[in-house]
């Protein structure tokens, strides 16, 4: 086969100019897929997995529609700087695969979709060196990223006293944490260790999500806020109620901002 023959082949894919999409605006929960005339918005985007935790891994049948919808829901996550910050007016970077819901959606999917610019590099080269991930964000302003707080954990066992002066964290205005519990622990020693490096608490800020909601759940976030750590009484929450604990023997920690998650 020719080279020619190849190029033909290419006739009949729809080419679509990313340079040239427009930014949308807060009516994406009324977008058209028009890119063809074969997709409406109740088709089948993709099946997505759940995770399994609470039974056999089940195929969630994620609509076009559903997928346009969570995706705005994460990008009006960010109260006060914006309801389009998240993806429009900052630079994410993300190490997360794209096998899974957080990194699928949240850092591939919703910045594509609403316009945003996007740094990424393998999880496996975070895993064998997590300081690339704090290099990559020392080069930018008004970054977003994210990922489990098993990362955070990482960072901390991992980055040298030494390798600190060449970091510089100032420049993270999100700091996104889901995909498993949430260890205050980890958000303490992280903040800690790298508050020299320029990092702000105040960027963190916990979710909830799961790939049955396509992702996101509950969570939002305030640069006007310190995460703040209650101690819920876990006896009172499986009756479906929030209340400060009253025996130690029934402490669960809940991480959030002003509101809970």
């Not at 006007?224 to 009756?239: A, F, G, H, I, Q």
Request: hydrophobic fraction near 40%; include cysteine.
């Amino acid at each position: 086969m020719k080279t020619k023959d190849n190029i033909l082949d290419f006739g009949t894919y729809l080419w679509v100019a990313t340079d040239t999409i427009p930014y949308v605006s807060h009516k994406i929960y009324d977008l058209k897929f028009s890119l063809d005339n074969n997709i409406n918005e109740n088709d089948i985007a993709f099946l997505q997995y759940t995770s399994g935790s609470t039974g056999g891994a089940k195929g969630v049948m994620v609509q076009h529609r559903m997928l346009a919808s969570n995706c705005m829901s994460c990008a009006l996550l960010t109260q006060g700087l914006g309801s389009l910050y998240v993806y429009q007016f900052s630079l994410g970077v993300s190490w997360l695969p794209t096998f899974h819901d957080m990194g699928l959606i949240g850092f591939h999917v919703a910045p594509m979709l609403i316009g945003g610019t996007m740094v990424y590099f393998s999880p496996i080269n975070f895993i064998q060196n997590p300081i690339l991930w704090l290099r990559v964000m020392s080069r930018f302003r008004h970054v977003s990223t994210g990922g489990p707080p098993f990362a955070l954990d990482l960072c901390c066992r991992r980055v040298s006293q030494k390798d600190l002066q060449e970091i510089d964290l100032s420049g993270i205005d999100i700091m996104i944490l889901g995909a498993e519990p949430i260890r205050v622990s980890f958000m303490l020693e992280f903040a800690k260790r790298f508050n020299s490096c320029g990092f702000k608490s105040k960027a963190y800020m916990t979710c909830y999500g799961m790939a049955e909601n396509v992702l996101h759940v509950s969570g939002k976030w305030s640069n006007k806020y310190e995460p703040r750590v209650l101690l819920v009484d876990s006896t009172m929450l499986k009756n479906n109620e929030l209340g400060v604990y009253r025996d130690e023997a029934c402490i669960l920690p809940n991480v959030h901002q002003d509101w809970p998650s």
